[in-house]
């Protein structure tokens, strides 16, 4: 649970520990970012408002991290922030401010009983966009071939967008072999770059001196 008004935050603890549920909580959004990438949790229930870092950034960085959690927004009544923009987040349900906990309670329990669910997960960093579930890329407009080699590597980046990521970690995550000569990583990178990169003059893949790669979207 992630509510950095501590009135809110201790009844929402107490009240759902009441109802046997196990809670963390935490009162800033980089922390809930943090815990929610650290551990596993049934469900995330998250306020929009919050010192660090605001509930609509927790949400879309861990959808573009594949964390499929369901979350529970709590958005403001006076309409600063709209509904829409939370869902469009990728926030499953949202309950407005002030809510009552028993209307919480059974959007929580829906939640909780429906699971991760099944969204393509698209990916997407600047206008590269991925998408595991149809097995298609693009750049902007433009469609991209990729190997299935190729595709499974681009796919580990992008889920690790913003993250400096070693060979190491490339091969075991992409070829599942750690026997494999880290240096077969490079020569992927040299294909993936002219495919993704090359022809539209970006740089979406970088290379990080003495650790490995990083995708990240261009500075505009
Ligand atoms: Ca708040």
Redesign the pocket.
């Known amino acids: 649970m992630v509510?950095?008004?501590p009135v809110i935050a201790q009844a929402l603890v107490d009240g759902l520990r009441g109802e046997g549920y196990a809670v963390d909580h935490a009162p800033r959004g980089d922390d809930g970012l943090w815990m929610a990438t650290e551990q596993h949790y049934d469900a995330i229930v998250l306020?929009?408002?919050?010192p660090g870092m605001n509930g609509f950034v927790v949400c879309r960085t861990l959808r573009e991290r594949g964390n499929d959690t369901p979350i529970l927004m709590l958005t403001a009544k006076d309409g600063e922030y709209d509904q829409a923009e939370g869902l469009d987040t990728g926030a499953d349900d949202y309950v407005v401010k002030p809510f009552s906990f028993v209307v919480l309670l059974a959007r929580l329990r829906a939640l909780v009983r429906r699971g991760p669910s099944e969204r393509p997960a698209v990916m997407q960093v600047g206008d590269l966009v991925l998408d595991p579930a149809e097995r298609r890329c693009r750049r902007g407009d433009t469609e991209l071939e990729l190997t299935p080699r190729e595709f499974a590597l681009l796919r580990f980046l992008m889920h690790h967008v913003g993250r400096a990521v070693t060979k190491r970690e490339i091969v075991e995550g992409v070829w599942g072999d750690d026997e494999l000569d880290p240096n077969v990583v490079q020569v992927y990178i040299g294909y993936l770059r002219r495919k993704v990169d090359e022809p539209f003059g970006t740089s979406t893949i970088q290379t990080v001196r003495g650790i490995g790669y990083r995708v990240e979207a261009e500075r505009r």
């Open positions: 509510e950095d008004e306020d929009v408002m919050l």
